[in-house]
């Protein structure tokens, strides 16, 4: 599905079949405050503080502190310590700004059809006739939130070969070592049917690439990871 969407992005300039971000919608939405296109619902102003009176009318009032997740599309740069990039997921798009040392430190990591997580204040963009946008105080990629977050690797199946365990082992083995239990749900034989949580020793990092990898198996109905921020 990934490919296509890039063929459709090269050859009609947009997504037709979907968003590259489809995907990763549920880890997304686990990582942010809320998907991009419901900021405005979400969104309430912080109150005005006693001592903001009409002369104070053109200060910058505080942000709200936000989480938005989503792919860059657009990276644009001001020099060599700003940059303006806009993220987008299936439901809409925002600006994020990086200044100064933030912007020094993730440069690399802004680059087109990365996913990024980026925490910050959020506030109305008044130059952009009431868009939002986020001025960044970090960013990771959804790989490192996964790496840094994921504690639970959850796989559906459903008619499975004999050999699926083996190669689903194989598939893990390059990941072991992470924070994340690995449970196959809905595994059956003849006498019954249960889920199977994999031992301590079978932990992963979940990033995408296992998923990926896992989600393209034979018997693989879906993989999903179970996100817990705030425990590295």
């Known amino acids: 599905m990934e490919h ?24 997304l939405a686990q990582l942010a405050t809320c998907p991009l296109g419901e900021i405005a619902d979400r969104y309430q102003p912080p109150r005005p503080r006693k001592n903001d009176g009409d002369d104070n009318r053109f200060r910058r009032g505080p942000d709200t502190p936000w989480t938005v997740a989503g792919m860059v599309v657009a990276v644009r740069k001001r020099g060599d310590s700003d940059a303006f990039v806009r993220l987008e997921d299936g439901t809409g798009s ?6 100064g040392e933030l912007y020094q430190q993730v440069a690399p990591l802004l680059t087109r059809d990365e996913l990024l997580v980026v925490e910050g204040g959020l506030r109305i963009d008044d130059f952009s006739g009431g868009g939002f946008q986020v001025r960044a105080s970090s960013a990771y990629t959804l790989a490192d939130a996964c790496r840094r977050f994921a504690r639970l690797l959850r796989v559906k199946i459903n008619g499975i070969g004999p050999d699926f365990i083996a190669q689903f082992r194989q598939a893990l083995a390059g990941h072991r070592g992470g924070g994340a239990s690995v449970v196959l749900s809905g595994y059956h034989n003849a006498m019954a049917q249960a889920d199977i949580e994999f031992g301590q020793e079978w932990k992963v990092h979940a990033i995408p690439e296992l998923l990926r990898a896992v989600r393209g198996m034979p018997g693989v109905l879906g993989a999903g990871v179970r996100i817990v921020k705030g425990n590295d």
């Open 4 to 27: 296509k969407l890039q063929g459709e992005r090269d050859t009609l300039g947009h997504y037709l079949s979907g968003h590259p971000t489809d995907p990763w919608r549920e880890e």
């Open 94 to 99: 925002i600006e994020v700004s990086f200044f």
